[in-house]
């Protein structure tokens, strides 16, 4: 660890000697704190982060439509028989799990890691315990656990651990599921310099969801990958209820295509919905977020009236070990910057708290996501919007914790007329424990016996009807 000295010429010459100005007022144990985190933080990506974020990308676009194989009809032969060659990866084991969960459930009125909400209809399952039941059902089908990687941030490391420990892991082996911690960057100034929210800390962000490759790194879980001859993550975000954990159509897709990096996406519901659209730039797959795409390009429609740009991203990938061990291989996150203009407390010259209304501070996050133009190929896949996407983003309203709860009841019911079970009731919740996909679920329906026809409240939980 560099001592005092060091690191005041270090940072006077990155342009940031201004974050000792408040040195002599400190304590001996805030110097020492203030010491720590400065040694902590890497001068060099935080800078060329910056530099890189204002710079921007002086390329024109090149942008045209996007295509999807179609997996909205699971009866295709086709699809089939790629789902068997993702049975077989399954069963061989070479795919992890990877889970981003550094965030709060603060905009759900939450108190807590949001993987620790109550996201279920009926039972008020956690989402973490949901995810946790998916990755038993394949465990127990499949004859082994499989790794799965869970990335916290340095607000919900410890409760989150915490959480699991207490539910003793929901039953699934301790040692497979890894918890490592996001990155984090210094917020910056409008003029590039890092804000101070108090005399010995300088003001920090997560670098978002992009940050999970070098973290990955960082945590040793590639080399753990290597090890265990695993060669595909299994990439989703912690608010989905609806997502296959495990999908092995999805698996045998991307496989088959010989992808670095593949990509679900569903049909948008309207030209300004606000999820990422994927487009072709220049040849290659990228995704746009929705304050990002010019509305003349977003609202373009086909003839037939539909939109031309339609392929809505819905944050679930899969990508290649070998690939991450490219992007990550000089130590560090080759992925572009994007700049979210905020409020931030912070100190001003004299050491005075303030609290701005306006925006005076500029938080930098990569996104997992930019990594699909750096692939020598990569696939999407269209998928069924009611049966894989049901955020749960906020209180109220679109994406809410009203609407997934409808659109998991509904998939319920779905899943119970295609199995052909008498029912007179709409509240169904199937867990993932008992069944994860519609696929599995009238597989393991025909082989039973239930009571007809279903009536209140039904859970098809891990030791039957509930």
Not at 62 to 70: G, H, I, R, S, V
Not at 307 to 319: D, F, P, R, V, Y
Not at 433 to 441: G, K, L, R, V, Y
Request: proline share 5%.
């Amino acid at each position: 660890m560099q001592c005092k000295k060091e690191l005041q010429e270090k940072y006077h010459a990155f342009g940031q000697g201004h974050v000792f100005d408040h040195w002599p007022d400190l304590s001996v144990e805030e110097q020492k704190d203030f010491l720590v985190q400065l040694n902590n933080i890497d001068l060099e990506v935080s800078l060329r982060a910056w530099r890189q974020s204002v710079l921007g990308s002086s390329k024109k676009p090149d942008l045209a439509q996007a295509t999807a194989t179609d997996g909205t009809n699971l009866e295709n032969d086709k699809l089939s028989q790629i789902s068997k060659q993702g049975e077989r990866i399954l069963a061989e084991g070479r795919v992890a799990a990877l889970t981003v969960a550094g965030g709060q459930g603060t905009r759900l009125g939450h108190a807590g890691p949001k993987g620790t909400y109550r996201c279920t209809p009926l039972s008020e399952k956690s989402l973490f315990q949901l995810f946790t039941e998916s990755l038993h059902y394949y465990s127990k089908k499949y004859s082994r656990y499989f790794n799965w990687f869970v990335m916290t941030s340095e607000a919900n490391h410890e409760e989150t651990e915490c959480f699991f420990e207490k539910n003793h892991h929901f039953g699934y082996p301790q040692e497979k599921i890894h918890f490592f911690k996001q990155g984090m960057l210094p917020v910056f100034g409008m003029d590039g310099k890092f804000l101070l929210e108090a005399k010995n800390k300088i003001a920090m962000s997560p670098d978002g969801h992009g940050g999970c490759l070098q973290a990955l790194k960082k945590a040793g879980l590639l080399q753990l990958m290597k090890s265990e001859d695993i060669d595909y993550l299994s990439y989703f975000q912690i608010d989905n209820p609806l997502v296959y954990c495990l999908d092995p159509t999805f698996l045998g897709l991307h496989e088959n295509s010989v992808a670095d990096m593949s990509s679900k996406a569903v049909s948008k519901v309207s030209w300004d919905e606000k999820v990422g659209t994927f487009l072709r730039d220049s040849g290659k797959i990228r995704v746009f977020e929705y304050s990002d795409i010019p509305p003349e390009i977003a609202q373009c429609q086909e003839e037939s009236g539909e939109l031309l740009h339609a392929l809505g991203s819905i944050a679930i990938h899969l990508i290649n070990r070998s690939f991450v061990e490219i992007l990550v291989s000089e130590n560090k996150n080759n992925l572009p910057y994007h700049r979210a203009h905020k409020a931030v407390p912070c100190l001003n010259a004299k050491g005075h708290l303030l609290n701005p209304v306006e925006p005076n501070g500029v938080k930098l996050e990569s996104f997992i996501f930019d990594a699909l133009p750096r692939a020598k190929n990569s696939i999407i896949y269209k998928v069924a919007r009611d049966e894989e996407f049901g955020p749960i983003k906020n209180k109220a309203g679109a994406d809410s914790i009203i609407s997934s709860h409808a659109l998991q009841l509904a998939r319920s019911c779905r899943w119970v007329d295609l199995a052909n079970i008498p029912r007179e009731t709409d509240r169904i919740e199937i867990s993932p424990a008992w069944a994860p996909t519609s696929q599995e679920f009238i597989r393991k329906s025909t082989k039973m016996k239930f009571p007809t026809p279903l009536k209140n409240d039904i859970v098809f939980g891990l030791d039957g009807l509930q």
